[in-house]
């Protein structure tokens, strides 16, 4: 493989990684013969996804439901649930979204078994062999880092053979070899995580978390839906579908209509200028702050970090956000924001790279 | 293949570093110490440890045995234990000491305080109803949980502070001189909550702390109403409040409270929800110089709490449930200090 190009942004050696990745791969299978498999998990406040070294690759909704009573138990046929079969079978269970905001509930044990469960939910899913050992990096929202770090490392207490917490938009950063002068913004359900990287590991003053995300745009869309139409009947699950079937900014391409029961008959609305403001609602904050790291950047790259936005998370997925976030920039010197390319599993691949690079004498000391 | 150039090298020693990194903030969390995060890792640096032994001696020479801010530490507690500076700690050697980690943190339980007096603050009253719902107003429904609870601790033992004793107007000021001046070793602050959407219940607890949750900005702005103090004095609480180990026994004590209260209320009433530990800027928790918390014991915006709470038995296990808490509380934060005279009864 040539030597990476010079001058070459960063984050375009996204595709280098990923095939410097599979060879790291196909040497772990030949060394290790399956011993161990090595996890990199991305816990969303909304979807949370898993990236294994045995090429598995899995993503669930991150709902977790216990049946509520016996009869219910028997209804579902399952003593837990998890993810989209979780919502779906929602009245009968006791649901949890455990990392409500990007943190995990303080005082409520039902919030950290939720977390344990989900991360033993996508362990599984990865199918790992009887006596493999699992190594696992979890990737979580910046601000439950921050906050609760002690009580998210006994929460994840014993679900693999050795684990190691880090910080989404750093996991994102780093599986892309995004590590220098480069601005990740990952914008999830809970939280907007910011992360400048200086060719070191973040510290607090390269990082940045914003409480407005995702949620808060279903919020938002749902409170102007219920201001225009009281009458109309629908829940934040209904809204938060609506939002990632046809959120944009900008000029709509259409009309976004909605079947809603109004006065329990089924009523066609139309949402194309509360889905606009809404999602449009992102931006003040978000440039606010993307501007404001920039400017404590050392001048001689602010330039570079400027033209190196990378834009992550579910929020990515918003047609038109890059351009208007780069349009925002315009009035500082101008940038370039580039969403990634699989927002999905950008965050789990990041993690499964950091587990494959640590080494070995650093995961003996991890515990599980 | 070719040698990997220079530039290649140096992007995997950042990347070495960068996990290396991870794994130390990792394996610090562990052990219980103060993640690396915030700070640049200063490595064999005598000038680190320096400045790590001159914090040290300020924090011996500042810290009271007592909540932060409190005066002059009382003779009996501080008699009872002496903060030695670890060998290892006290005189570093630059040339063969490992790197400089992160100080640990101070564990609170060192101190081995007993909890002896408690502030009971109920919530409003006078001319300040608070919330007022199906004919009951919530300043007289504090009221009457804060005179059971306080009857309850005081037969366990403990000394109780009301901050209001009949209907009295008190501004949020006037609570927070009160508890102070009482120098109570916990604070209690007793309310009733009043969510928008009927349908909701549940009983939550507060300690401070920011929010960006809208409905916890309205009820704090809503408890927040008659504070009494002006914004230089709401500034300079603000400047002070968050270096303090107070912060993680608040919350600790929060735990306690909410999960007594929600295991002994469910029993009666089984729909209740559990709207669990939050964080939320209330003037009162902000101006108290101990932990301190506000809890919402039921929703008086939902019919069902509504009726409830005209129970006098209901109110009764409310206030059974947050001396519980205090006592649960009080037993893990002693340990094997003694509580408070006569002991209160340890579960």
């Known amino acids: 493989m040539p030597p990476l190009a010079a001058g070459m942004p960063p984050w375009r050696r996204a595709a280098r990684s990923a095939s410097e990745a599979i060879e790291r791969l196909d040497t772990n299978v030949t060394k290790e013969k399956n011993s161990v498999l090595h996890l990199g998990i991305d816990l969303g406040t909304s979807r949370s996804s898993v990236s294994a070294s045995n090429g598995e690759r899995h993503v669930v909704e991150s709902y977790i439901g216990w049946p509520v009573d016996m009869v219910a138990r028997k209804l579902v046929k399952k003593p837990v649930m998890f993810g989209r079969e979780a919502l779906e079978n929602r009245p009968m269970l006791d649901l949890h979204r455990p990392l409500e905001r990007g943190l995990i509930k303080e005082g409520s044990e039902k919030d950290e078994l939720a977390v344990r469960e989900l991360i033993r939910h996508l362990i599984s899913l990865t199918r790992p062999h009887d006596g493999q050992r699992v190594l696992a990096v979890v990737g979580v929202p910046a601000e439950a880092l921050r906050v609760s770090r002690q009580h998210l490392r006994n929460a994840v207490k014993g679900v693999a053979d050795s684990l190691m917490i880090v910080s989404e938009p750093f996991a994102v950063a780093y599986g892309m070899d995004a590590l220098l002068h480069t601005m990740i913004i990952d914008i999830g359900a809970g939280t907007t995580d910011f992360c400048v990287m200086k060719g070191r590991y973040p510290t607090e003053e390269d990082q940045r978390t914003l409480l407005y995300a995702g949620d808060s745009v279903d919020e938002q869309l749902a409170t102007m839906i219920r201001t225009r139409v009281p009458e109309a009947q629908f829940s934040i699950h209904m809204v938060r579908a609506w939002k990632e079937k046809s959120s944009f900014v900008g000029e709509p391409n259409g009309t976004v209509e909605v079947t809603v029961p109004v006065g329990g008959k089924p009523t066609n609305i139309d949402i194309t200028t509360e889905m606009k403001r809404a999602c449009e609602s992102l931006l003040p904050p978000i440039v606010e702050i993307m501007v404001d790291l920039v400017s404590r950047v050392d001048p001689d790259y602010q330039e570079t970090v400027r033209h190196n936005v990378i834009l992550a998370g579910g929020g990515s997925q918003i047609p038109r956000l890059a351009k208007a976030l780069e349009a925002a920039l315009a009035n500082v010197g101008g940038g370039r924001v580039t969403p990634v390319e699989d927002p999905i599993f950008a965050g789990a691949n990041g993690s499964l790279a950091i587990a494959l690079d640590a080494p070995e004498s650093d995961w003996e000391k991890l515990p599980g | ?347």
């Open chain 2, 1 to 347: 293949m070719g040698l990997p150039s220079p530039r290649t090298r140096r992007f995997d020693r950042v990347k070495q570093e960068m996990v290396r990194d991870a794994v130390a903030e990792n394996l610090a969390t562990i052990a219980g110490l103060v993640p690396r995060a915030g700070r640049r890792t200063v490595r064999n640096s005598w000038l680190g440890w320096a400045l790590l032994a001159a914090v040290a001696i300020f924090l011996v020479g500042t810290l009271k045995p007592t909540s932060a801010g409190r005066g002059t530490p009382q003779q009996q507690e501080t008699a009872n234990f002496t903060l030695a500076a670890r060998p290892d700690q006290a005189s570093p050697n630059p040339g063969t000491l490992p790197a400089l980690e992160a100080p640990r943190a101070i564990d609170p339980a060192l101190f081995r305080l007993a909890v002896r007096r408690v502030v009971v603050d109920p919530g409003h009253g006078g001319s300040d109803p608070g919330a007022m719902m199906r004919g009951m107003r919530e300043k007289e429904i504090t009221l009457d949980i804060a005179r059971r609870l306080a009857t309850l601790l005081r037969a366990g033992g403990f000394e109780v502070v009301m901050t209001r004793e009949g209907d009295e107007t008190l501004t949020l000021h006037q609570r927070v001189k009160a508890a102070n001046a009482a120098k109570g070793d916990v604070f209690l602050s007793i309310h009733v909550n009043s969510i928008p959407e009927p349908t909701r219940r549940g009983v939550e607890t507060y300690v401070l702390g920011p929010t960006s949750d809208p409905q916890i900005e309205r009820l704090a702005g809503a408890e927040n109403s008659v504070s009494g103090y002006s914004l230089s004095d709401f500034r300079r609480l603000l400047e002070g409040v968050y270096v303090d180990v107070r912060h993680d026994e608040s919350r600790q004590f929060a735990q306690a409270v909410q999960r007594r209260m929600f295991a002994a209320l469910r029993r009666v009433n089984p729909e209740l929800d559990d709207r669990s530990v939050k964080k939320a800027p209330f003037v009162v928790l902000v101006g108290t110089e101990m932990p301190g918390v506000l809890t919402e014991v039921s929703c008086i915006s939902n019919e069902e709490d509504a009726r409830l709470l005209r129970l006098s038995e209901y109110r009764q296990d409310i206030a059974e449930a947050l001396a519980g808490g205090v006592r649960a509380y009080a037993a893990a934060r002693g340990r094997d200090a003694t509580v408070a005279q006569g002991g209160p009864e340890r579960k």
